[in-house]
Each structure stands twice: as structure tokens, then as C-alpha cells.
């Protein structure tokens, strides 16, 4: 099972440009969250998708926005790149209600900014 | 405001034990979780705590006390393998994660 699939692994984007990071998953679960990764920080919440239709932000969403059209993708854009958003980018998902909330994370994207 | 502290790095010798100690201020209390890190990689789920007391699973195992925010994650019979990061996590009162920001377990022969 392919669990949860990011693109691109890694990116080179020049400041001012758009950025589309794409999250797959195929276990049809309910909730997905977009998270970034700082040397020294804990994980940080960007954006999450409890159900398709739906989204809300998280503690770090400015600079980001996300949509979740189905069940399946939840994509996340950076319309103006800017060099503070050069980061490791993990997307996650988790089934729904009724479970521990155990987290399945995509293997990431690293992301620099010039 | 929330808060999560745990060591930034430690190192342990294969085939011994460590324990990461982690302490949390939040707001409300849904659980909290253990994640491992290996470096470039995904985290992974390894626990999950919401009663306070001892789970133990293999060679891991972490404990949970409420009333004093605190956990840990016990790693028996290290192996070179189970060096990588370590991260606890606890959500809130909204069901929200704050994470720690890890710690880098280092394993030496």
C-alpha cells in the first residue's frame, strides 16, 4: 500500500514564484494535515482538512493556502515564495473519529527558497 | 501558552536502555504520543498514552503521569537502529498536536 505520496521530494524555487506541493493518500482517511519542519522547532500545523470540503488553518498558515476537493488530495500552494518558507513540508493523514489519532506522515518535501 | 520540552540530544550505548523524559504545559489534555524520526525521513508512530501508567510494546515503552505533565519513553536493548529523533506530541483541549521539537538519540557500540 502506497500510503500517503508527496511531490516534488525536493525543490529549488526562486522567491516571488508559486509552488505547488501535491499529497496523495490512499487509505481513504478523513483527516489531513499539512505541517513544515524547523531545525530546533517542533513540528508546526499549517493547515488541516478534517473532511473532503472542508479545511481550516493552523498555527503558521500565512503564505499558504490548501484546498481538499476529494477524499484523496490535499495539495498545498505558496502563491509568493518567500525565503522564511524554505522548510521540510510534511503532510499527514489519520483515519477520523473513534481512533487514537495516530498520524501517517508522506516522506516530505524540502523546500528552499532563494 | 503551550509548551512541550524534552532533551535536544542524548546518547546511550547498544544494548543498554534510555529513557527521554518529556514535560508539557497545555491547554486541556487528549493524549500524547511518541514519535520516531529516523534522519530524512517520515516520523512514525511508535505510542500513545491518555491513562496515566506504563504501555509497553516490545522494547519500547511510555509511561504517562496527568497530574505532574509528564512522560517518557523507556527504549530497552538499544540497537543501532533506534538512532533517530524522537518527538512527543500532546493534543489539547481542541484536539489539536504541539509537538516537541525532538530529541536526537545518538547510539555508539
Known amino acids: 500500500t502506497a500510503g500517503i505520496t508527496q511531490a516534488p521530494t525536493s525543490q529549488i524555487l526562486a522567491a516571488g514564484r508559486s509552488m505547488t506541493l501535491r499529497c496523495t493518500q490512499d487509505m481513504r482517511h478523513n483527516a489531513m494535515y499539512w505541517y513544515r519542519q524547523d531545525l530546533g522547532l517542533g513540528l508546526r500545523l499549517i493547515h488541516y482538512s478534517n473532511t473532503a470540503g472542508t479545511t481550516g488553518k493552523g498555527e503558521v498558515p500565512d503564505g499558504y493556502s490548501v484546498s481538499r476537493a476529494n477524499t484523496d488530495d490535499f495539495p498545498l500552494t505558496l502563491a509568493s515564495a518567500v525565503p522564511s518558507q524554505t522548510s521540510v513540508y510534511f503532510c499527514?493523514?489519520?483515519?477520523?473519529?473513534?481512533?487514537?489519532?495516530?498520524?501517517?506522515f508522506g516522506e516530505g518535501s524540502r523546500l528552499t527558497v532563494l | 501558552g503551550q509548551n512541550i520540552d524534552q532533551p535536544t540530544e542524548m546518547t546511550a550505548t547498544e544494548g543498554a536502555i534510555v529513557q527521554i523524559n518529556c514535560t508539557y504545559q497545555?491547554?486541556?489534555?487528549?493524549?500524547l504520543f511518541w514519535y520516531q524520526q529516523h534522519a530524512g525521513e517520515a516520523p512514525t508512530f511508535l505510542s500513545y498514552?491518555?491513562l496515566d501508567g506504563l504501555e509497553e510494546k516490545g522494547r519500547f515503552s511510555s509511561f504517562l503521569s496527568r497530574s505532574k505533565g509528564y512522560s517518557y519513553l523507556l527504549l530497552k536493548e538499544l540497537q543501532m537502529k533506534d538512532s533517530a529523533s524522537y518527538l512527543c506530541?500532546?493534543?489539547?483541549?481542541?484536539?489539536?498536536?504541539?509537538w516537541g521539537a525532538g530529541t536526537k538519540l545518538i547510539i555508539k557500540p
Open positions: 506530541a500532546v493534543r489539547d483541549s481542541n484536539y489539536q498536536l504541539i
Open positions: 497545555t491547554s486541556g489534555f487528549n493524549g
Open positions: 499527514a493523514s489519520r483515519a477520523g473519529q473513534g481512533d487514537t489519532g495516530e498520524l501517517f
Open positions: 498514552n491518555v
